[in-house]
């Protein structure tokens, strides 16, 4: 079963590249991701917790079968409202090899709060036997690595089509997705209404998950993001009294000056 969900999950990327090989893949780019109202967009934007915390239940259902996360570790999840508790519990659930011990000798614990997401696959021979081929992306910085950004991820979510348009043939093995440049993807649909269950009671659809998962993972592309921002509108804050300031002492200073 996780050798098909890995398989239905390849790398879209070699998906791509295969395509420059055929005309019909790479017939037209798709088109650009319409532009959504992000919480976290503009200079004041901030995360949604509770749907970025949605967006992690996503991803530990659905995607972390095949792609990794190891830029982020347990304790981060601290910023996106997780209680030190649920942090262990959630770190608890893997295994961990350590060491070595004072026998010299490596050894299996369970997960702690400092340690990264672990990768589904122990090397990248054995993602790629499990994929076809394929090398399942870390989808750490997926929302910095793709032009468009949180924008384009939530049209690839949402842009799987049960059928190509007429008159396009369908390509054995391959999916047609409208935002996916030239269209046909290795990777599966991996969203439905569903799949997963919200403890929140919100609906899981399509769009829903799509969106949540999308907001947890530009918060870990960016998990400082919020505090950055908040530096920037100090630092332009405190600037701009400084000019009025040194405008004032400047008035001071020349105001007894005759010219």
């Keep these: 079963m996780r050798a098909l969900r890995c398989l239905l999950g390849a790398l879209a990327g070699a998906a791509f590249a295969a395509g420059l090989a055929s005309p019909a893949l790479a017939a037209k780019d798709a088109p650009t991701p319409p532009s ?26 659905v995607c972390a079968s095949c792609h990794g996360l190891k830029r982020v570790a347990y304790r981060n999840l601290a910023a996106i409202g997780l209680s030190d508790d649920e ?33 589904p696959f ?15 992306v870390d989808l750490s910085l997926i929302t910095k690595a793709r032009m468009g950004g949180a924008d384009y991820l939530y049209a690839l979510l949402t842009g799987y089509r049960d059928e190509p348009p007429p008159g396009v043939q369908p390509m054995e093995g391959m999916h047609w997705n409208e935002y996916f440049p030239g269209h046909w ?26 969106w949540d998962v999308t907001t947890f993972l530009a918060w870990a592309s960016q998990p400082y993001l919020e505090q950055q921002r908040q530096i920037g509108v100090r630092a332009i804050l405190f600037l701009l009294v400084l000019a009025g300031l040194t405008y004032a002492v400047k008035r001071r200073v020349w105001a007894d000056v005759k010219h």
């Design 122 to 136: 122990p090397n990248e021979k054995a993602a790629r036997a499990a994929n076809n081929g394929a090398y399942p």
């Design 87 to 119: 942090i262990r519990a959630l770190a608890a659930e893997i295994v961990v090899v350590d060491g070595p011990n004072d026998d010299g000798e490596m050894y299996e614990r369970p997960g702690r709060p400092s340690d990264r997401f672990r990768s």
């Design 185 to 210: 993807i290795a990777m599966a649909r991996p969203l439905y209404d569903d799949v997963v269950e919200y403890p929140d009671g919100t609906k899981a659809t399509t769009e829903q998950m799509a």
């Design 36 to 61: 959504q109202n992000w919480s976290f967009g503009g200079v004041f934007g901030t995360f949604d917790r509770a749907s970025a915390q949605r967006g992690l239940l996503v991803y530990k259902q």
